[in-house]
């Protein structure tokens, strides 16, 4: 069947084929699992969305940490030991791009809440709603039309009853009146009889066949009901499946955004290491002590006398 907006059907078909109060515990149960199917997927969405919220939190702690900014050794006391050239790029790049990945797991996290699961829990108000009315229905139904055709059986009980008591009574008077033997007032007393039963008769006739009518209207009208029940659970239904769909390709959609942010950074990553020079690194140390010791020395001694401005010659 063709879409609408908001993933309805133009054209529904299916559940119209459904037929009979019988058919409304089925539909009972296929909600029953829908709504089972959306709250599990809803969960699961929440532990991946804490997954990756758990992941993005924990890189950005870690970069904030004793080992990454080199404080792990008591020796080193409480000046930060700054490692020097390439190899120090290349870690505080790593570092860099390790905090833009957790950025993107932390909107990732956000958007598995927001574009994922809440969608998900929308469905379930609707799916609630419509399992509970269908509850009610189906007890409606079930009662008004037993309660019919209970109706329908004791009247057409009564009439059955009262029609072979009418069949008796005619052979009674059939076989009296060949009987030479049988005195007219007793004939007569039963023809009155019999006249008086078929008047009943008469009358149950009526109410059994009105009772019949009954039950006939009543499933008619069930009937009816019924295909706009069932039309609204086949709707309900397909936008649960359609919401599932969305929510699935955003999911994917998601994933796959994944993977050029980690190329990126793997990108940035494999140039920085690539750079790496242990000899360039050495001879910046080298060259940055040497400079250490140049400043010391150029520095007075703080234990040596004052010495004498210099004279100038006479």
């Known amino acids: 069947a063709g879409l609408s907006r908001g993933g309805f059907s133009e054209n529904p078909v299916a559940m119209e084929r459904l037929c009979g109060v019988e ?9 029953s699992d829908g709504l089972e199917v959306l709250k599990c997927m809803a969960d699961f969405f929440k532990e991946i969305a804490d997954i990756e919220r758990h992941y993005a939190n924990a890189v950005t702690r870690l970069m904030n940490s004793t080992p990454f ?28 791009e390790l905090l833009k990945l957790a950025q993107v797991h932390a909107e990732k996290a956000e958007q598995y809440t927001t574009n994922v699961r ?36 004791r009247e057409k009980q009564r009439y059955l009853a009262m029609s072979d008591q009418c ?70 239904e397909l936008k649960r499946v359609n919401t599932i769909k969305g929510c699935l390709q955003t999911f994917t959609t998601s ?30 140390f080298v060259e940055s002590h040497r400079e250490l010791l140049q400043m010391q020395n150029d520095q007075p001694s703080p234990t040596s006398p004052p010495q004498p401005p210099p004279t100038s010659p006479p």
């Open 255 to 284: 994933l796959s955004n994944t993977a050029p942010a980690y190329l990126e950074a793997m990108r940035q990553l494999i140039v920085c290491v690539d750079e790496i020079d242990g000899d360039a690194d050495i001879n910046k």
């Open 23 to 31: 058919s409304l515990s089925a539909v009972q149960r296929r909600f």
């Open 118 to 153: 809440q969608p998900l829990m929308e469905c379930v108000p609707q799916m609630e709603e419509l399992r509970k009315k269908l509850k009610i229905k189906e007890k409606t139904y079930l009662y008004n039309t037993e309660d019919a055709k209970k109706r329908h059986i």
């Open 69 to 96: 900014n080199f404080r792990l050794n008591k020796w080193l006391g409480a000046d930060t030991y700054v490692e020097v050239g390439t190899l120090k790029t290349a870690w505080d790049k790593m570092g860099a």
């Open 167 to 236: 069949s008796d009574i005619e052979k009674k008077i059939n076989f009296m009146k060949e009987a030479p033997a049988a005195p007219p007032p007793v004939i007569s007393r039963q023809e009155s009889r019999l006249e008086s039963l078929k008047k009943e008769l008469g009358t149950l006739e009526a109410i059994y066949l009105d009772t019949q009518k009954e039950v006939e209207r009543i499933n008619s009208l069930v009937e009816k009901e019924l295909v706009t029940l069932y039309k609204e659970a086949h709707e309900v």
